[in-house]
């Protein structure tokens, strides 16, 4: 007889290692599911600073608006006065009548003597002045008039001029407050911009801007972190600020 045997099947070659691909394919998505979590985990982060940094810059430019606001109810007291973005433009009242010309008119002297203690107010009182502001430029203009560095000195001239009129008497008035000339001492610059900045009219040019300059957001960190430079020794500052001192400009 013939000794028929039942072929055993085969088990086909990839058998034993379906379990290992089937795992390795869960493994995948496991890590793919977790790298998506990660991800989402770190653009909510960075999204979530972002906001922050924006709300951040948000209100500080809705400080700064608040109060250049009030500055803009203080000019609108002083025809002629205007504001124009973060700059004070004195206009016709704080010109220079003739070329070469370094000295303000009494009419002058007395409006920026009535004129900058109100905005001085305004900066130690708004959120921006107490948080934002950081200094204030007088900008000193002349025309085209003369060479560069003529210029560049009258305008400077003019702008010291105007620190000499609030800094100093002029009697019969009486001088500043002692907060007020501390404050200009330490937050009022000199700037001067030759005949940079010319307006269609060299009388127009002769001119006089107080540039108002805030912190950006990195600066008030640096400066809420102890590292902003240190103060001016306000007793010292006091003894150096003499009312009575005549301005050393030679007028002209």
């Known amino acids: 007889m013939l000794n028929l045997q039942t072929p055993v099947a085969r088990k086909p070659r990839d058998d034993g290692e379906k379990p290992f691909w089937i795992s390795f394919s869960d493994l995948m998505s496991a890590l793919m599911v977790l790298f998506l ?60 009548e003739r070329e070469g010309q370094n000295t303000l008119s009494p009419a ?27 200094r204030a430029v007088v900008e000193g203009y002349a025309s085209r008039s003369g060479s560069y560095l003529f210029n560049l000195n009258l305008s400077l ?5 105007v ?15 002692s907060d007020d000339r501390r404050m200009i001492a330490q937050r009022f610059f000199v700037g001067g911009a030759s005949f940079n ?26 400066e809420a972190a102890g590292a902003a430079p240190a103060g001016v020794d306000e007793a010292a500052l006091d003894a150096a600020l003499n009312p009575q001192e ?6 002209h």
């Not at 001239?157 to 001029?161: H, L, M, N, P, V």
């Not at 620190?163 to 407050?177: I, S, V, Y």
Request: net charge positive; with cysteine.
């Open 163 to 177: 620190l000499c009129t609030l800094l100093t008497a002029a009697p019969p008035d009486a001088p500043l407050g």
């Open 157 to 161: 001239q003019r702008s010291e001029r």
């Open 197 to 222: 900045s010319l307006r269609d009219n060299p009388a127009e040019s002769r001119r006089i801007e107080f540039k108002l300059e805030f912190k950006t957001r990195d600066e008030r960190q640096l």
């Open 37 to 96: 979590v990660v991800m989402s985990v770190a653009l909510l982060a960075v999204t979530k600073k972002i906001s922050e940094v924006d709300r951040g810059e948000a209100q500080r430019h809705a400080d700064i608006e608040a109060l250049m606001q009030e500055v803009r109810l203080v000019a609108a007291q002083f025809e002629g006065v205007k504001v124009v973005g973060t700059t004070i433009d004195f206009g016709p009242r704080a010109t220079f």
């Open 108 to 134: 002058q002297n007395a409006l920026l003597r009535s004129f900058t203690p109100l905005l001085l107010d305004r900066l130690r009182s708004s959120e921006a002045g107490k948080h934002w502001f950081k």
């Open 246 to 251: 005549r301005c050393p400009i030679q007028d």
